[in-house]
């Protein structure tokens, strides 16, 4: 019995591939997605018939087409992409587009898309929350509202180089409404690059 959802009487054999070769390429690409992109599921059997699928290249051999698509969750989602925009072309006598058509179905069930977008969504966030972190060690707001001399609308350098790891809003500044705020950025942008390419 196989594991997953494809039995080999859904699929239509070709002269060089059984229905049960692509029952157990779906059924293993979907174990394969569903483990995160395991690189311990990615067999070279596996990679030779992925690469073969759904208008994918070889990118030179198995590590090289691993490294494009499965070692950052970005690259995972634009893989799921691709294989959901696939048109599937093809007599199934004599390619594998039934068993990329079950798949896609499989695919939009239990919504594949949802899922590596939510893991994309958060490696971005954690990549972002990263780049917030302090450089060192972090200024005390105390030392911060006094390296910006306490004028209204100064602004502290955020160009790590420099040492600083923050932008620092003067306490003595007023909000800006939405306006104003969208007059101040380029502003704000502009001298922060003079003072840096200086």
């Known amino acids: 019995m196989p594991k997953g959802p494809f039995l080999p009487s859904e699929f239509t054999p070709t002269e060089w591939s059984t229905a049960a ?46 490294d494009t698509w499965f070692t950052r969750d970005r690259h995972r989602l634009g893989f799921v992409q691709k294989l959901l925009r696939w048109p599937c072309h093809g007599d199934p006598r004599f390619t594998f587009s039934d068993v990329e058509s079950a798949i896609q179905r499989v695919m939009r069930e239990r919504n594949y898309l949802g899922r590596f977008e939510l893991g994309a969504a958060e490696e971005l966030r954690t990549a972002e929350m990263k780049d917030l972190e302090p450089a060192g060690s972090e200024v005390p707001e ?57």
């Open 21 to 66: 070769d692509k029952a157990s390429f779906g059924n293993t690409l979907l174990h394969f997605l569903d483990s995160g992109c395991s690189r311990e599921l990615f067999t070279k059997k596996f990679y030779n018939r992925l690469s073969m699928t759904f208008g994918n290249i070889a990118h030179y051999n198995l590590e090289g087409f691993y």
């Open 142 to 198: 105390a030392a911060a509202s006094a390296a910006c001399r306490g004028t209204a609308g100064s602004w502290r350098c955020t160009n790590r180089a420099c040492g600083h790891s923050y932008e620092h809003r003067c306490p003595n500044q007023p909000l800006l409404t939405e306006k104003e705020s969208l007059w101040a950025i380029p502003f704000t942008m502009t001298v922060t690059l003079k003072s840096h390419l200086r």
